[in-house]
């Protein structure tokens, strides 16, 4: 591994923490950060600024959904790999049209973690055979990749209005590093590279209108 790869581990179990931080780190992993709660790990994540994110979905408090969707909104170049026992299909579904890089299930074998992360560094989403059975249907990586979350579409739009980086930051009160990370989901999502392109995607997924 060229680049040693930074983990936050989140989950309300130590013994799970403790268990996947010792497998993690004798693949060569550098585990930064752990949490037992959504709100500590907010505080980490902010702090380590991670390259994963491995977090449970059922969490004391705050639900998990909760973590995924604020790194989704906050640090979206941060990749989500979600290891839980959940499989209510509902929750699966809504986790996975996050964007997350990965969802498995705590049953698996740890090894299903490594082949995970593998495909989450290269960009590649992954699931669980399990969690396919669950949603009755194998999901599709290429059609995952192009649901846009709702701070994308919003950033599509002000993209669409010609306006800068600076300026779409300073609109939404965020940094021009997260809108940059936005508008290179939005591109790879999307499977364009021009505003030509995002125009003729937007208007045929009904994003925005003629």
């Known amino acids: ?42 505080q980490v994540i902010t702090i380590q600024d991670p390259d994963i994110v491995i977090c449970d979905i059922h969490m004391p408090i705050q639900r998990g959904t909760d973590l995924v969707r604020w790194i989704k909104e906050q640090k979206p170049w941060v990749k989500v790999v979600v290891l839980s026992m959940c499989d209510d299909r509902v929750t699966v579904g809504e986790v996975v049209s996050m964007g997350v890089s990965a969802y498995l299930l705590k049953s698996q074998s740890i090894r ?41 579409e919003e950033i599509l739009r002000l993209i669409l209005d010609e306006l800068s980086n600076k300026e779409i930051a300073e609109k939404l009160f965020i940094s021009e590093r997260t809108v940059e990370a936005h508008r290179r989901n939005i591109y790879r999502k999307t499977s364009t590279s021009s505003i030509i392109g995002l125009m003729k995607w937007a208007v045929e997924n009904n994003v925005v209108a003629l």
Do not use: P
């Open 112 to 152: 299903n973690l490594q082949t995970a992360l593998e495909r989450a560094i290269a960009g590649r989403f992954y699931i669980s055979e399990e969690i396919a059975d669950v949603l009755m249907a194998k999901v599709d990586a290429d059609i995952t990749r192009k649901m846009l979350t709702c701070r994308e």
């Open 1 to 42: 591994m060229e680049k040693q790869v930074s983990i936050v581990l989140v989950d309300d179990h130590q013994l799970i923490i403790d268990s996947i931080s010792n497998f993690l780190s004798s693949l060569g992993y550098k585990i930064i950060g752990t949490a037992c709660s959504v709100i500590e790990a907010k």
